[in-house]
């Protein structure tokens, strides 16, 4: 287990986020940064403005016309959402972890449907700051990304096992590994000296119910985690047996709330997915 350990502080140190998401977030927090200083930390990146003027350009926003500039794109879209698509870009070029376990591509437009989705959940409950949850769902399992890369044994090992006896993964890996992937993924998130807030909503989401002070953002996490994974099965798993039964009563939500929030999910995630994955 030391070992173990030992290895995941050392491999999760190593993975950084890029300069340009660097530079975007000074700028966030320099007061007097204004679109413009925006727009040239983007334009540098050929790829990233494509990616931009893409999402822009998407029936997300449903602009009437067509968008060319990125000064103009990032007016349109705010520096909010901006901070979210450089975020998330850049999770994924530094999570470019190739592995014979976890497909990329797949998983990251199932990352994607769970941030909207766990977005959505927070709008219809009128949750403040409903954004970060956005990021919340894109990163919560980042985890299983180290561990398919560069402990493919033991992820093998603990899905089999998981498969076999019928039990959550994160509880098969916490016995054999001493970690879940909710934890690892933390550990990276605060290599990234993102804010902890971030940090326990990604510690806490396979379990809820264990965490020292139970919000309801974390239970939201829990839920599009389920109804994602209910997606990724094509709808052979009952969700509710993923959910935590204590968890799910923290949720007001009907059915009814639930399926519509489902639909707009599916259509703006895979209008994101478009744009960050093309």
């Known amino acids: 287990m030391q070992d173990i350990e030992k290895e995941l502080k050392e491999i999760t140190g190593l993975i950084s986020l890029p300069e340009i998401y660097l530079k975007v977030r000074r700028l966030i927090e320099d007061e007097t940064s204004s679109i413009?200083?925006?727009a040239n930390v983007i334009i540098i990146d050929p790829n990233l403005s494509t990616r931009?003027?893409?999402?822009v350009n998407s029936a997300v926003f449903g602009l009437p016309e067509p968008v060319d500039s990125i000064t103009r794109a990032i007016n349109m879209i705010g520096i909010d959402q901006l901070h979210n698509m450089v975020l998330g870009a850049s999770a994924m070029s530094s999570l470019d972890l190739p592995n014979e376990i976890l497909p990329l591509r797949p998983f990251w437009?199932?990352?994607?449907?769970?941030?909207?989705?766990t977005q959505q959940f927070a709008l219809m409950l009128q949750l403040e700051r409903s954004d970060r949850l956005f990021?919340?769902?894109?990163?919560h399992e980042i985890g299983h990304l180290v561990l398919c890369a560069r402990f493919p044994d033991h992820a093998r090992e603990?899905?089999?096992?998981?498969?076999?006896?019928?039990?959550?993964?994160?509880?098969i890996q916490q016995q054999l590994l001493g970690y879940h992937y909710g934890?690892?993924?933390?550990?990276?998130?605060?290599n990234w000296n993102l804010p902890v807030e971030l940090q326990a909503l990604i510690r806490y989401q396979p379990a809820p119910a264990t965490a020292p002070q139970?919000?309801?953002a974390t239970a939201l996490l829990h839920l599009a985690h389920a109804y994602a994974g209910q997606d990724v099965a094509n709808n052979l798993i009952d969700v509710e047996n993923l959910v935590d039964a204590e968890v799910?009563?923290?949720?007001d939500l009907s059915q009814q709330q639930i399926d519509e929030c489902l639909g707009v999910a599916r259509t703006v995630g895979r209008e994101i997915g478009n744009s960050i994955l093309a």
């Open 36 to 38: 413009d200083d925006f």
């Open 52 to 55: 931009v003027l893409k999402l």
């Open 109 to 117: 437009h199932n990352s994607l449907y769970t941030g909207v989705l």
């Open 135 to 139: 990021i919340a769902g894109l990163l």
């Open 158 to 171: 603990t899905i089999m096992v998981s498969i076999q006896s019928g039990r959550p993964l994160h509880e």
């Open 183 to 190: 934890d690892i993924g933390a550990m990276l998130i605060a």
């Open 214 to 216: 139970p919000k309801p």
């Open 248 to 251: 799910r009563a923290m949720i």
